[in-house]
């Protein structure tokens, strides 16, 4: 596609409950960022994917979350057994090379009650 | 780690002020530094640039420059409109990790 694509746009879900959030990137963008947006906390840096290479899992909160790459293209989030404190607005971009411009997309907003 | 400072907003401006934002960073290596916008309802998207010390990145009238000295970023522009109110952000990539790392972001209302 032209963009950065997300799905789903909106997810409310229960306490407890597992999340998957999707991120479709840019066709050729080698490099894939989740960020974490939450109301006065700016964007928090979460796991970064470059290439082949093994990912920067540094800023995962917690051992609930993961996130994998298949074929160096579509990203999948995984929040394990949700909490409150999860609720924000997931982020995802891509870019290519270095210094490269960071294309993001809408973001999905998770809701945990 | 490498970390990014930018000032706490909000910041409340009349139209035709002169505007700066402060970011500065810490850093490891010869990291590149960036300004993102978020205006309201959109999403982020680049602002403006720069890779390596005393450059200057430019974009719809805004500037900063790169000072490794200061490790700072400072965000100006010389005249504000109504229409640059929105969310900034400064971040920078290491050189070591590739790593994009944000600031908090800073709240601009400008007011006409």
Same mark, same amino acid.
């Given at each position: ?14 306490? =407890? ?33 470059? &290439? ?19 074929? /160096? ?23 290519? =090379? ?8 809408? /973001? ?6 | &780690? ?38 309201? =309802?959109? /999403? ?69």
């Amino acid at each position: 596609g032209a963009g950065v694509s997300q799905s789903p746009s909106n997810k409310v879900t229960e306490k =407890g409950k597992d999340v998957e959030l999707r991120c479709d990137p840019i066709s050729g963008h080698t490099a894939l960022y989740w960020y974490r947006q939450s109301l006065g906390q700016g964007l928090e840096f979460l796991i970064y994917f470059q &290439g082949n290479s093994a990912p920067d899992k540094s800023g995962l909160p917690s051992d609930r979350f993961s996130a994998e790459r298949t074929g /160096g293209s579509v990203s999948t989030l995984t929040i394990q057994r949700t909490q409150q404190e999860d609720s924000a607005v997931y982020l995802c971009a891509s870019s290519f =090379g270095f210094a490269g411009e960071l294309f993001f997309g809408e /973001g999905s907003r998770l809701t945990v009650l | &780690g490498n970390s990014v400072t930018q000032m706490e907003g909000p910041v409340t401006l009349s139209e035709e002020a002169f505007l700066t934002i402060n970011c500065t960073y810490t850093a490891t290596g010869y990291p590149s530094l960036f300004w993102y916008v978020q205006y309201p =309802g959109e /999403g982020l998207q680049l602002l403006l640039k720069a890779t390596k010390a005393d450059d200057k990145g430019s974009n719809k009238g805004f500037e900063a420059t790169y000072r490794k000295e200061t490790t700072s970023f400072h965000l100006e522009k010389g005249s504000v409109q109504v229409s640059d109110s929105a969310v900034y952000f400064c971040a920078l990539e290491s050189n070591r990790d590739d790593k994009i790392i944000f600031g908090k972001g800073t709240r601009l209302h400008i007011l006409p």
